[in-house]
């Protein structure tokens, strides 16, 4: 007899348009990635990806972080919020926080970030920007651990992209968003599959350290 696992239970947190998070859902609905989408929370109300997560009848939580005195008890209440779901996997998808050491211990090893960036190349913010000032020919997207330090966790995979000619930073980063809508799926699938694991601080796939 065949043994179905049962789907990876996650939670996404985002903060906006949440393109990300239906790139995620399209190939959970295409039956591509074997995971269950149990809460999406935003700290922002009437953002896009909300209605994206109804549109699909995900449950849905905003917390918003202005309603809070300090970060530490943002992320607490957060913490216990994404706990009620009891997640498997927790996917930041556009969630602009910056993260309390207490959370990110917490959901070491099963929190994902992506970055629009080849980290650990423009951690941070305008990474688009920088890609075309410093005159790079190459730039890129990364689906990575969340650790402590602000996109500094392992890496998990990489997409690249050309920096064309005259690009504008908007140009780069629609290029660079049609390579994210592929990774995080992705590597979202190889964790609900156990392919992806981090162990002593680096990522794994198939058992392979990840070397970028
Ligand atoms: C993406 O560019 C992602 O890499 C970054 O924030 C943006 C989120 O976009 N972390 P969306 O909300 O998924 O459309």
Redesign the pocket.
């Known amino acids: 007899m065949t043994q179905v696992k049962a789907p990876a239970r996650v939670v996404v947190l985002?903060?906006?348009?949440?393109?990300?998070?239906q790139a995620i859902i399209d190939q959970q609905e295409a039956g591509t990635i074997n995971i269950e989408i149990c809460a999406v929370i935003s700290n922002k109300d009437g953002v896009k990806?909300l209605a994206r997560a109804h549109n699909h009848g995900i449950s849905t939580r905003i917390l918003n972080h202005k309603q809070f005195d300090s970060r530490e008890s943002f992320d607490k209440a957060l913490r216990e919020t994404i706990d009620e779901y009891t997640p498997d996997l927790v996917v930041?998808?556009?969630f602009?926080r910056i993260l309390t050491p207490e959370f990110t211990k917490h959901y070491l090893g099963r929190m994902f970030?992506?970055?629009?960036s080849l980290l650990p190349k423009y951690q941070g913010l305008h990474t688009h920007q920088r890609a075309i000032d410093a005159g790079d020919k190459e730039h890129g997207?990364t689906v990575h651990f969340v650790t402590a330090e602000l996109d500094g966790g392992p890496n998990i995979i990489q997409a690249r992209v050309p920096v064309m000619e005259g690009d504008t930073a908007e140009e780069l980063?629609a290029r660079?968003?049609v390579q994210?809508h592929k990774i995080y799926p992705q590597a979202v699938g190889w964790f609900a599959d156990g392919r992806v694991k981090m162990v002593d601080g680096k990522a794994l796939v198939d058992g392979n350290p990840v070397t970028f």
Do not use: F, Q, W
């Not at 985002?14 to 998070?21: A, D, R, T, V, Y």
């Not at 970030?113 to 629009?116: E, L, V």
């Open positions: 985002i903060s906006g348009s949440g393109s990300n998070l990806g930041l998808a556009g602009m970030n992506i970055h629009p997207v980063a660079v968003l994210e």
